[in-house]
């Protein structure tokens, strides 16, 4: 199977501070790859070097055979990437952001239309589509994200918590589109979630403090413990892996 996202030694070193240490894994098309960790073990920081956002201290990422670093450019054309938080530009309509996106994107007239009224049914964005993405709630604004993400259809999705702030409704919904697209591509999602692993995952890697510490199916994990939060637990907390 090819990998579609290959991450290769990637570290990130903040002043004397490591925040990723030679993290190496890929993904697979039709592979959905849960990123666990607890806060500040380096899941955003990972996320932002492989969607090109920050430049890595050592190590490479590629996306669909791209360098991320050395092309750049051909290398976004295959990603789409929700980065932690609300969409930028909060003073623009929900379809405006989406068209202006999608002008980004390369996009115009009735592809743009098309392509900006698909991504808001798969959201499920139709009934804001004329409010100012400010004044919506942060589920709401979360979609926005998301919609953002999946506009050009990218080979490679790469999102930063996408059902954090969304209601139980909301996240069944979105675990259920991610399931629905996942044939098609390859998908990373990380989540502080653990039900969410067994849900919509099909691998799940878990970091900490910068490294990796487990690289397994979700009923490879399960099976390492009473409880998927006492396999985390275990895999995390330094005390628990030092005795
Ligand atoms: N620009 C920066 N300058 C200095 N330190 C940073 C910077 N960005 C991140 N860090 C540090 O790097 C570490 C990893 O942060 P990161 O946001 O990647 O963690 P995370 O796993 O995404 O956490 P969370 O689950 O809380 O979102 C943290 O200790 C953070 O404080």
């Known amino acids: 199977m090819t990998a579609l996202i290959e991450i290769e030694r990637l570290t990130k070193r903040f002043g004397a501070f490591t925040a990723v240490d030679d993290v190496t894994f890929?993904?697979?098309?039709?592979?959905?790859?849960?990123?666990?960790?607890?806060?500040?073990?380096?899941?955003?920081?990972?996320?932002?070097?492989?969607?090109?956002?920050?430049?890595?201290?050592?190590?490479?990422?590629?996306?669909?055979?791209?360098?991320?670093?050395?092309?750049?450019?051909?290398?976004?054309?295959?990603?789409?990437?929700?980065?932690?938080?609300?969409?930028?530009?909060?003073?623009?309509?929900?379809?405006?952001?989406?068209?202006?996106?999608?002008?980004?994107?390369?996009?115009?007239?009735?592809?743009?239309?098309?392509?900006?009224?698909?991504?808001?049914?798969?959201?499920?964005?139709?009934?804001?589509?004329?409010?100012?993405?400010?004044?919506?709630?942060?589920?709401?604004?979360?979609?926005?994200?998301?919609?953002a993400a999946l506009l050009h259809d990218p080979a490679v999705l790469v999102l930063d918590e996408p059902t954090d702030g969304l209601d139980p409704n909301q996240k069944h919904e979105v675990r259920n589109l991610i399931r629905a697209m996942a044939p098609n591509k390859a998908i990373v999602i990380s989540t502080h979630i653990l039900e969410e692993v067994a849900a919509v995952c099909t691998r799940a890697v878990v970091i900490a403090r910068g490294r990796v510490v487990a690289d397994a199916t979700p009923a490879e994990l399960a099976a390492k413990g009473p409880t998927m939060d006492a396999v985390f637990r275990a895999l995390t907390l330094p005390e628990v892996e030092a005795a």
């Open 26 to 147: 890929s993904v697979a098309k039709g592979e959905v790859l849960g990123f666990l960790g607890p806060n500040g073990a380096g899941k955003s920081t990972t996320m932002r070097m492989l969607a090109g956002f920050m430049t890595p201290t050592s190590g490479t990422a590629r996306i669909c055979g791209e360098d991320v670093v050395d092309r750049p450019v051909p290398a976004k054309r295959h990603l789409g990437f929700l980065p932690e938080g609300a969409p930028t530009y909060p003073e623009m309509t929900v379809t405006g952001f989406l068209q202006f996106c999608g002008r980004a994107r390369g996009f115009h007239g009735s592809a743009l239309g098309d392509r900006v009224a698909h991504a808001m049914s798969l959201t499920q964005l139709e009934g804001v589509r004329l409010q100012p993405v400010e004044t919506l709630s942060k589920g709401f604004k979360r979609r926005v994200g998301l919609a």
